[in-house]
C-alpha cells in the first residue's frame, strides 16, 4: 500500500424494519421490505414460529440459523438488495403461528458474510444470548441480540448497551425480539433480556461486518539536502 494510505471502516448502521404475523394453522407468511431499501443494502430477516415445524429453503436467501425441532424458535437469513427483487414468503410443511422481523442495514461488507451463533434454550424470566466470536477480527461490528418463545407478550427489558429493541407478536405466540449494538470487538457476550415471567426460550447473537475502505493521507514529501559542490574539489 502506497505511504501515506490506510484502511479505515464505519460500522454498519440498522436504518429501517419491517414485520408481520400470521396466526395459527397458516402454511405460510408474506414478507414485505423495510422502507427505503436500496441497491446493495444487507437485509436480515428472522422468522419465529410457534411449533415445531419444518421451514421450506427461501430462494435466494441464504441461511444462518435453523432450527427445525422446537417450538417457539426463530430461524434467520441474509441477502443483499438487488433492484428487482421481491419480498419472499416463508413457507413451512404444515401450519404454525408465525411472526418476522425484516432488518435493514447499510454500510455493511459485501464481501464478508454475517456471523451467528448456534440458538441457545432454557426457561427462565431472562433469556440470555449466546457469546459469539464473529471470526472478523476487532473490527466496528453491528451485533443483532435476539430471543424468540412461544409467549404472548414480549421481553420488559433488553440487554445492556443494547439499543433499540423491538418486540412483534401474534398475541397468542410466537414472540420476537431483538436489539442491537455498534462494537469494535471481536468477541460479543450480550447481557439477558428481561420478561415478566417464566419463559421457554432461544436466543441468538448474529454479528454484521463492516465495508473496508482505502482512505488516503496528505503525503509528506521527505525532506530535501543542499549539495556542497566545494566537497568534489
Not at 427505503?36 to 414460529?49: E, F, N, Q
Not at 456471523?115 to 431472562?126: G, K, P, R
Request: charged share 10%; glycine share 8%; proline share 8%.
Amino acid at each position: 500500500m502506497p505511504h501515506g494510505w490506510g484502511i479505515l471502516m464505519a460500522f454498519p448502521t440498522l436504518q429501517t424494519t419491517s414485520s408481520g404475523t400470521a396466526s395459527f394453522g397458516a402454511t405460510s407468511i408474506g414478507t414485505s421490505f423495510p422502507a427505503s431499501t436500496a441497491a446493495g443494502d444487507l437485509l436480515v430477516l428472522y422468522v419465529a414460529r410457534q411449533t415445531a415445524v419444518t421451514m421450506n429453503a427461501v430462494t435466494g436467501w441464504n441461511k444462518i440459523i435453523t432450527d427445525p425441532t422446537n417450538g417457539g424458535t426463530h430461524e434467520c437469513w441474509w441477502r443483499r438488495f438487488q433492484v428487482g427483487d421481491t419480498a419472499p414468503t416463508v413457507s413451512a410443511t404444515t401450519g404454525t403461528g408465525w411472526a418476522y422481523r425484516m432488518i435493514r442495514i447499510t454500510d455493511a461488507s459485501a464481501v464478508t458474510a454475517p456471523a451467528a451463533s448456534a440458538l441457545v434454550t432454557a426457561s427462565s424470566a431472562n433469556p440470555d444470548p449466546p457469546s459469539l466470536t464473529s471470526g472478523f477480527g476487532a473490527v466496528d461490528t453491528l451485533w443483532l441480540a435476539a430471543v424468540s418463545s412461544t409467549s404472548s407478550s414480549g421481553p420488559t427489558a433488553y440487554p445492556a448497551s443494547y439499543s433499540g429493541g423491538l418486540d412483534i407478536n401474534t398475541g397468542v405466540g410466537p414472540d420476537f425480539a431483538f436489539a442491537s449494538r455498534q462494537l469494535n470487538t471481536a468477541t460479543e457476550n450480550p447481557s439477558t433480556f428481561t420478561y415478566g415471567s417464566i419463559v421457554t426460550w432461544l436466543a441468538s447473537v448474529v454479528a454484521v461486518p463492516p465495508v473496508p475502505f482505502i482512505a488516503h493521507q496528505p503525503y509528506v514529501y521527505p525532506p530535501t539536502f543542499a549539495v556542497n559542490r566545494s566537497y568534489f574539489y
